[in-house]
């Protein structure tokens, strides 16, 4: 059995818009962060030349995983798994887990960090694929959903612990989301949907700063100073963005007013410095990926890659919803980057890779697609 999948021609269309929002990414990211990196670290390039180093990166992975026989790596999706476990638990470990604004979300080792849940999501993903997509496994049986819902609830308790809430939802989420794909019996389905909608505003209650996030939410002008600040800047900077934006480089929100301007928030300065329109466009690009990687999976040549590729782009829709949500003030402020555009590497690097893999089942359609025609 061949390592190496020379099958078909990958989707260009995904291929070309996936490069497209990294490099925006790239150029808004140095655009948010060269005031704070030449005041913090008097190189104004900081922030950019490290996500440069990631976007190199990434790309060399997504390469990698258009050509990877998927039949080889499904062998290692449990042990893939078990590895984002653990590396989930080294955040707690002292010495290992570096701490920031209150929550243990990175694992350092030198000078070298990354965050786990961004590759636990994916592992989850993968291992959730392979089970599903098994002969022998039938979905409809409640007994032969508890390794997907063992694994999946798994991954969410030590997100929620570190503590990092919205990755813990957008997991649960695209769980819930690759059960209903893979056939789950609606019964089942809707009462997992209740327990979720249960489990939500409890997560809420047993934090008071989660509370407090949320009256801020309601009503940001209540305590502009303290937790509705950074909605209230991020409403500031998409307002004065107007039609057209301030221009490119010109954003005044990012001069130390708008909090993570170059990560979470950075579609706050994308609209500040190129308005609406350049907004929309934005929000097209992720809906073109998104269309893109739907077809793949309707179009997938087995049941593992239809799956697959439901699940990745299940992360990418409800990440992305979620951030915009966030920053247009639709739903409480929580901390979750924006795929192929916010800060960080190990962010990009994994999205990119799921990207490769997205483009390896689009090498095995059934039929063909329409940038192959």
Known sequence: MKLI???????????????LLALIGLLFI????????????????????????????????????????????????????????????????????IENYGAKRWVGFGGFSFQPSEIAKFAFVFFAATYMSREKTDMTRISHTLPVL??????????????????????????????????????????????????VPVMILVEPYRLKRLLAFIDPWASPKDEGYQLIQSLYALGSGG???VGLFNSRQKYSFLPFAESDFVFSVIGEETGLVGCLFLMLLFLLVIYRGVKISLNAADKFGSL???????????????????????IPPTGLPLPFISYGGTSLVMFMFAAGLLLNVSRSEETPSVSHL
Do not use: H
Request: proline share 3%.
């Open 5 to 19: 999948n020379t099958r078909g021609k990958p989707d260009y269309i995904l291929l070309g818009a996936v490069i």
């Open 30 to 97: 140095y655009s948010a962060s060269y005031y704070m990196a030449e005041r913090d670290f008097s190189n104004k390039f900081y922030y950019f030349t490290k996500q440069a180093v990631g976007f190199v990166v990434g790309v060399a992975a997504m390469l990698l995983a258009s050509r990877l026989n998927l039949d080889i790596l499904k062998k290692f999706s449990l042990p893939l798994l078990a590895v984002s476990l653990v590396l989930l638990g080294l955040v707690f470990v002292p010495g290992l887990g």
């Open 150 to 199: 063992g694994s999946g609830v798994a991954v969410c308790l030590l997100i929620i612990l570190e503590p990092n809430m919205s990755i813990t939802m957008c997991v649960g989420l695209v769980m819930l989301i690759m059960l209903f794909i893979s056939g789950m019996k609606p019964k089942w389905f809707v009462f997992l949907l209740v327990a979720a909608a249960v489990a």
């Open 243 to 245: 039609w057209f934006g």
């Open 308 to 330: 697959l590729c439901g699940g990745i782009v299940s992360i990418i829709a409800v990440q992305s919803a979620i951030n915009l949500a966030v920053v247009t003030g639709s």
